[in-house]
Nanobody, 116 residues
Framework: QVQLVESGGGLVQPGGSLRLTCAAS????????MGWYRQAPGKQRELVAS???????NYADSVKGRFTISRDNAKNMVYLQMNSLKPEDTAVYYC??????????WGQGTQVTVSS
């Protein structure tokens, strides 16, 4: 069993920055895939950024150049640095992990609100 706990969300003004953290704990053999997703009110959950085996990164077009995903495999943590935030980035942000055996885990989410 893997537990994922997100932190770092909050209220920020447009143009500001936030850094989200996802801490993984529990029986971890290997987390090949770790990603950040978000869900705004009335919208489907969407992929924001992902890191596969710490080598391949992928970003949604809407966040390219503004968001950066990174991971610390030794600590089983993944980060999402968010810069130049826009009101449309407002959403609940979720961490997702997939083990090499194919098990999928989600965190509980952290709210990010971008507003003046």
């Amino acid at each position: 069993q893997v537990q994922l706990v997100e932190s770092g969300g909050g209220l920020v003004q447009p143009g500001g920055s936030l850094r989200l953290t996802c801490a993984a704990s529990g029986s971890i053999s290997s987390l090949g895939f770790m990603g950040w997703y978000r869900q705004a009110p009335g919208k489907q959950r969407e992929l924001v950024a992902s890191s596969t085996n710490g080598i391949i990164t992928n970003y949604a077009d809407s966040v390219k150049g503004r968001f950066t995903i990174s991971r610390d495999n030794a600590k089983n943590m993944v980060y999402l640095q968010m810069n130049s935030l826009k009101p449309e980035d407002t959403a609940v942000y979720y961490c997702r992990a997939i083990t090499e055996s194919g098990s999928i885990y989600w965190g509980q989410g952290t709210q990010v609100t971008v507003s003046s």
